[in-house]
C-alpha cells in the first residue's frame, strides 16, 4: 500500500511557475513509477509526465515539453513538478500517481492515487 499527499499548487499569473510536490509513503515506494496527471472542470483526465523509479526515465505529455519538468528524490520518498511558463489552460487540479510497472501515460496502469492540488493560471 501506498499513500500519496500532494502540495504546492496556487494561483499564478500566466507565464509564471510553480513547484509541485508529491510525499508517498508505505512500503518500498521508492521503487514505484510515479507519474503526475490533472483534470479540468468537464474533462478527461490526462496525462502530465512520469518518471521510473531510479529517475533515469521520463516521459512527458507533448502539451508540456520544455515548460514541465518531473523528478523525484528516492531519499525522501518525493516526486516533483516543476511547472514554467504556466497557461490559462494548464489550470486544473493535479495528481500524483504510482505504480510498481514501466513508465506509462495510462491512468489505469497506476495503482495509487493522491487526493490532488488544484493549479489555478489567471490571463
Known amino acids: 500500500q501506498v499513500q500519496l499527499v500532494e502540495s504546492g499548487g496556487g494561483l499564478v499569473q500566466t507565464g509564471g511557475s510553480l513547484r509541485l510536490s508529491c510525499a508517498a509513503s508505505?512500503?518500498?515506494?521508492?521503487?514505484?513509477?510515479l507519474g503526475w496527471f490533472r483534470q479540468a472542470p468537464g474533462k478527461e483526465r490526462e496525462f502530465v509526465a512520469a518518471?521510473?523509479?531510479?529517475?533515469?526515465?521520463?516521459y512527458y505529455a507533448d502539451s508540456v515539453k520544455g515548460r514541465f519538468t518531473i523528478s523525484r528524490d528516492n531519499a525522501k520518498n518525493t516526486v516533483f513538478l516543476q511547472m514554467n511558463s504556466l497557461k490559462p489552460e494548464d489550470t486544473a487540479g493535479y495528481y500524483c500517481?504510482?505504480?510498481?510497472?514501466?513508465?506509462?501515460?495510462?491512468?489505469?496502469?497506476?495503482?495509487?492515487w493522491g487526493q490532488g492540488t488544484q493549479v489555478t493560471v489567471s490571463s
Open positions: 500517481a504510482a505504480q510498481r510497472g514501466r513508465t506509462t501515460q495510462l491512468a489505469y496502469e497506476y495503482n495509487y
Open positions: 508505505g512500503r518500498s515506494s521508492s521503487y514505484y513509477t
Open positions: 518518471i521510473d523509479w531510479s529517475g533515469s526515465r521520463t
